[in-house]
């Protein structure tokens, strides 16, 4: 992880007027683990989510509901926020682009544009997608004038509007992807952008009309208009911080990471850095754009009915089993599947049978033999120094992976290390050993593997805050077992070698049951 004192992270944000689903769920579970990971390695961080308010889509639902806008919106919101409540996100704020702090920062943007001499008024003839709030030139059109986002039928326009002289940033763009590897990430992002950019850059149109369009931000140099929902959108990655400061008294802006789906690339790779960039202010580190949740190999949609809910998966299964598996079984920058009998199989398997399975059996014999207390580890042999050169190699694979954004990667990692630690324990089998009247051995054994077990639920704690708060709590390392959901644990409490003997332990239920599919 990098060295910096302090980190800022987003999602993007969601429109309100959409159920939220499991790539919603998704992104901001990711933000939240990565946060996590940050708070846990001593950076100061701060996490933003929150909700796109404006354009025509939340104005056309609020009308059928024969509801304001706003009101519409101050509803709808509420299913986001308890989402991320339930799935424990702490994010460090909420934007909303209807707040006034945003409407705000985002006319002192427009007008650091209009300053830069890039803002131009001019009629504009192009084929409108309503619910994409885009317009697209004839040669963009699918066959049928379908819009080639959507395949929905696009509306022809003719509208004079204001545009955002994008063109002129182009050679600094793709010169600023160049020289900044970590800009655009993974590489296949990058190298879409820069194909994208091989061909000339149009320019921006940043208003509607509000004749057609009135729900949006007032257009600052024209009262006939409002401005471009996605300008408006963007902005709240800076309005949300410009008042705010790091640490060291630097200002939280530029982000270092923003967190995005694949399909919203363009926006933020292009349009985003463009617009900064004529606004004089610092473009973001890293944007890492992520795969689709597909199900049964397809994308998941109202019509088809497959949409997944996370808070039916939460309920269902636990919400830091839900956490685990996300987090697990998308490699970043891919697609993944989703299913059921995925989700159930993963948390049999890694959840059930390899981690609450060695706790469980460490648990059981430290209450039995050794008194509930954490054994003193004595003389080690050649199987505890390999358990305890995997337990230092992964306490240090871990945070190098979460800082290269390979989440799927750390966390198998980790799993490794219990897989050993319960093929060590079947190797040393205290079980019979303490019959045979081996004691120092078996406490050895005892504090080797509970050392591992240990580390592991350190180490996935930004994963599954609860679960592994429980697991610590058992093993006499935290006193309050919900402690992990609001406070990260210390640097220095991850690492091989800190489990003291003489902790007596809590032992328990099994942290994962298994799941019996039906
Ligand atoms: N409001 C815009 C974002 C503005 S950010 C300045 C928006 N909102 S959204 O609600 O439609 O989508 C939010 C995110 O969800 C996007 O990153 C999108 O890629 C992601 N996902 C939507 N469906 C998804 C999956 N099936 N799988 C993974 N993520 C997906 O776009």
Redesign the pocket.
Known sequence: MSAQSSFYVTT????VN?EP????A??TVLADVISRFHRLSGQETFFLTGT?EHGQKVLTAARARGVDPQEHCDEMVQRFQRLWERLEIRNDDFIRTTEERHERVVLDFVRRIDAAGDIYDATYEGWYCIPDERFWTEKDLLAGGNCPLCERPTTKLTERNYFFRMSRYQDWLIEHIRSNPEFLQPESRRNEILGFLRKPLGDLCITRPKSRLGWGVPFPLDEEYVIYVWLD??V??YSAVVDRKRPDGSPWWPADLHL?????LT?HAVYWPTMLKSAGLPIPRTILA?????VEET??SKSLGNVVKPISMADRYGHDAFRYFLMRDMVLGQDAGFSEESLVGRINSDLANDLGNCLNRVERMIDKHCARTVPEPGASGAEEQELERIGRRTAEAVPALIGELKLHAAIEETLQMVRATNRYLEVKAPWKAVKEGGTAAVASTLWFSTEAIRLAASLLSPVMPAKCGEALHRLGVLEDPAELVSRPLRADQIGWGLLEPGTEIRPGAPLFPRIEQT
């Open positions: 993007p944000i969601y429109y959409d689903h499991i790539g919603h998704y992104t796109d959108a963007l709240n990655y995005i789906g694949k399909d919203i926006t992520h795969g689709w949740w597909l994308k998941m």
